[in-house]
């Protein structure tokens, strides 16, 4: 047995689908215990759904199952991995059945009860002739393994950021809230050649613009009240990798000079500084704004538009890429049933037609809410229409929990205070009706520093911050 499993891949992942749960169980286990990662479904459909979730190495499967058979699955397989190697586990009465099979391209039939020796060794074989192209794929594809999709407008978008992912190029990616902008930006730095280093995300337009250029350049001891100490940048953090600057359309104009100033030099100078600091950043920006009216209205400056924008691409909204719906759903329904603890064979399919047809104004993270809301309230493993109708009625809102909710509430609270009254902690206090010990311990708690919001602020700081506070 130690020879046969030598000749296959290192934890190679098998997906074994079988209706009998005792056969289901033992095969794992001897499957296992050779060395192979193993995922166990109990049907054709759940088979399917576990395939949208990840590729596996190998599919064995029993040839009589509810629904659809083992032969209508293969069918199903060969059409959408073509080079997935596929065994059948055949009783005598379907033998014809498997060898019409491996004449359609099966790798091979076994009949129950198997000689478990033979079954190593077929699996080692099929692993063997179906390796180079099973890690071509492997490698192809783990780059953007987090975004699920079969449309052809996904496809296109797909390979142009694996083309642009080679180059040094800065990439402006649009597309409306939800749409998986990041997502594609985290793809496309695992594309490059820069993946080994580190990839960072910050949202321009959920920090109040005084701490955003203390956190993009960093500031020194001193450099104004409250710095107690040297702080890194994230484009220091980033240095050698990708800086994702999320919201670019939302960063305050005087900011943009700064972001210029960094990218033509290639150097930052945190705050306080006297010297510059050479970096070496990708930067990949994401913006669901018009840049080009922002721009005649002299919001956004022109010169660090055509500096950001040498690549362009636009993520299309959910409803333009209605085929993936059912994908992206029975997907979410799998991560979020593991999470809650539910069991799920998936959605009835009159709830699947109308996740399809719903309208998905909020995209790919609406989408995500609603399915969340339909498991955390399921009671039955398939998912009704009635649930999915509740949730669509639902407004298109982020969930949070009361904690996270409670979190949000009281930075923006506190941050609002502090615009108000110019950074004095005593006049905020007062209007929050807390006592300033209290206080102090609010702002420490969400790493809020009064001197960053005076007018006053000393050189190098950006003053009063404006319209800072993110909505999302």
């Known amino acids: 047995m130690s020879d046969t499993s030598s000749l296959a891949a290192p934890r190679a992942r098998l997906l074994v689908v079988d209706d009998d749960a005792d056969m289901l169980r033992l095969l794992a286990m001897r499957l296992g215990s050779a060395g192979y990662q193993v995922t166990s479904v109990g049907s054709a459909e759940a088979a399917l759904g576990q395939l949208d979730i990840e590729r596996p190495q190998l599919v064995l499967s029993d040839v009589r199952l509810p629904g659809k058979d083992g032969l209508a699955l293969f069918d199903e397989i060969r059409k959408r991995h073509p080079s997935l190697p596929v065994i059948l586990l055949t009783?005598?009465?379907?033998?014809?059945?498997?060898?019409?099979?491996?004449?359609?391209?099966?790798?091979?039939?076994?009949?129950?009860?198997?000689?478990?020796?033979?079954?190593?060794?077929?699996?080692?074989?099929?692993?063997?002739?179906?390796?180079?192209?099973?890690?071509?794929?492997?490698?192809?594809?783990?780059?953007?393994?987090?975004?699920?999709?079969?449309?052809n407008r996904m496809a296109d978008l797909l390979a142009e950021a694996r083309m642009v992912a080679q180059s040094d190029a800065s990439v402006l990616l649009r597309g409306d809230s939800g749409t998986g902008k990041e997502m594609l930006a985290r793809a496309i730095h695992r594309a490059s050649p820069r993946a080994s280093r580190p990839f960072i995300a910050v949202n321009c337009g959920a920090i109040p613009e005084a701490l955003l250029e203390s956190e993009l350049f960093g500031h020194m001891k001193g450099a104004f009240t409250d710095a107690v100490a040297n702080h890194k940048g994230l484009f220091q953090a980033a240095d050698g990798g990708t800086l994702l600057l999320d919201e670019i359309g939302d960063m305050p104009p005087a900011l943009q000079v700064k972001l210029l100033r960094v990218l033509q030099e290639r150097a930052v100078r945190p705050l306080g500084s006297s010297q510059s600091l050479p970096v070496d950043v990708r930067i990949i920006s994401a913006t669901h704004r018009n840049l080009e009216e922002a721009m005649a209205?002299?919001?956004?400056?022109?010169?660090?538009?055509?500096?950001?924008n040498v690549v362009t691409l636009t993520l299309p909204t959910l409803a333009e890429r209605r085929e993936d719906i059912p994908l992206l759903a029975n997907h979410f329904l799998a991560k979020l049933a593991a999470k809650y603890g539910k069991r799920s064979s998936g959605f009835a399919p009159e709830?699947?037609?109308?996740?399809?047809?719903?309208?998905?104004?909020?995209?790919?993270?609406?989408?995500?809410?609603?399915?969340?809301?339909?498991?955390?309230?399921?009671?039955?493993?398939?998912?009704?229409?009635?649930?999915?109708?509740?949730?669509?009625?639902?407004?298109?809102?982020?969930?949070?929990?009361?904690?996270?909710?409670?979190?949000?509430?009281?930075?923006?609270?506190?941050?609002?205070?502090?615009?108000?009254?110019?950074?004095?902690?005593?006049d905020a206090a007062r209007l929050a009706q807390r006592n300033r010990t209290e206080f102090y311990r609010l702002l420490q708690k969400h790493a809020l520093t009064p001197g960053l919001f005076k007018s006053d602020s000393p050189p190098g700081s950006s003053g009063i911050p404006g319209d800072a506070v993110a909505d999302e």
């Open 351 to 426: 709830a699947l037609k109308a996740l399809t047809m719903s309208a998905w104004p909020g995209n790919v993270r609406q989408l995500y809410n609603v399915v969340e809301q339909v498991c955390a309230l399921s009671t039955t493993p398939l998912v009704s229409l009635a649930l999915v109708q509740r949730a669509l009625r639902t407004p298109s809102v982020e969930v949070l929990s009361f904690a996270d909710a409670k979190q949000r509430f009281e930075r923006e609270y506190l941050v609002g205070l502090l615009k108000m009254t110019d950074g004095n902690v005593a």
């Open 297 to 308: 209205t002299t919001q956004f400056r022109e010169d660090l538009y055509y500096r950001l």
């Open 91 to 151: 009783a005598h009465g379907t033998i014809p059945d498997a060898v019409e099979a491996t004449a359609r391209g099966v790798f091979t039939y076994l009949t129950k009860p198997y000689d478990a020796k033979e079954l190593l060794e077929k699996i080692a074989q099929a692993l063997a002739l179906g390796a180079p192209a099973s890690d071509s794929t492997r490698v192809d594809e783990v780059w953007r393994n987090e975004i699920v999709s079969r449309s």
